[in-house]
């Protein structure tokens, strides 16, 4: 059981957030383009963060508490996974809170 802990916390923050979209109206699934527009940079930027990081010995993934699959050589599933889901999460928990304010960013 211990093999699916990040991926355990991963659903977790998922169900914690997906619920935004469906109840407040977030509208973050809605905008694909953007939701993409928004997480393609993210995922670049800390995938050379972590290739670094691991290279360098400054940390690692706990071989017991993922999955084993590994993208890339270097990276675990897990970490591509978090990469994707928190930063939906935060967007998600943006818009909600924009959508009970009825603010506008500018953007749309």
């Given amino acids: ?3 699916f802990s990040y ?10 957030t997906v619920w935004l979209e469906i109840i407040l109206k977030a ?4 905008k694909l383009k953007r939701l993409i527009l928004t997480i393609i ?5 800390m995938v ?3 290739f670094y990081a691991i290279r360098n010995n ?3 993934f706990d071989p017991e508490k993922t999955t084993g699959i590994t993208l890339i050589g270097f990276l675990p ?4 996974l978090f990469f994707i889901i ?9 818009e909600a809170v924009r959508s009970i304010k009825k603010e506008k960013v500018g953007d749309e």
Avoid: C, N, T
């Avoid at 599933?77 to 591509?80: I, Q, R, T, Y």
């Avoid at 928190?86 to 943006?94: D, E, K, M, R």
């Fill in 86 to 94: 928190v930063p939906i999460a935060a967007l998600l928990s943006f």
């Fill in 27 to 30: 509208r973050v699934y809605q």
């Fill in 48 to 50: 050379i963060w972590d």
């Fill in 58 to 60: 400054h940390w690692f």
């Fill in 41 to 45: 940079p993210v995922v670049i930027l």
């Fill in 1 to 3: 059981m211990l093999k």
């Fill in 77 to 80: 599933l897990e970490e591509l």
């Fill in 7 to 16: 991926i355990a916390v991963l659903v977790f923050i998922f169900l914690g």
